[in-house]
């Protein structure tokens, strides 16, 4: 019997990217220590807790300004991140990883239930390989 897996591989993605953007910019992830600090920002990319944060308050261009300096500067990149705790990016970006590690835990069960005893096995090394996408 077939499965579709698509719409685990398109939450797979997608919480795989949520995480990483959350990873490269909260101040407590340790991660900085391993890409630089709050690489994303130098690179003037629109990550998940920046595009949180801009439509929290779209009339505010801080980010938006920042974002196209693409600076190097530690000081400019720890006032983003004040702004974006302050307007609860890092907090929602944790909601919408632990919501997508959710849906994944259920599509996982809907494919086992599908595939029967085939399906657990896979599902059980599918399972440890999400065990490690996790907040740090």
Not at 2 to 28: E, R, Y
Not at 64 to 84: G, H, P, S, W
Request: net charge negative; proline share 3%.
């Amino acid at each position: 019997m077939n499965s579709d897996c698509a719409p685990l591989v398109s939450t797979i993605g997608l919480l795989f990217q949520i995480l990483d953007d959350h990873l490269n910019l909260s101040p407590t992830s340790g991660y900085s220590s391993l890409k630089g600090l709050c690489e994303d920002l130098t690179e003037g990319k629109f990550s998940f807790p920046v595009i949180h944060a801009i439509r929290a308050d779209p009339s505010n261009q801080i980010l938006i300004n920042i974002l196209k300096q693409k600076t190097t500067d530690e000081e400019v990149k720890r006032y983003a991140l004040r702004y974006m705790e302050k307007m609860g990016s890092f907090e929602y970006s944790r909601a919408v990883i632990e919501e997508l590690r959710g849906k994944t835990d259920t599509l996982v069960r809907g494919i086992e239930e599908g595939l029967g005893r085939e399906g657990k096995e896979g599902g059980e090394a599918l399972r440890g390989m999400l065990g490690r996408l996790v907040l740090r």
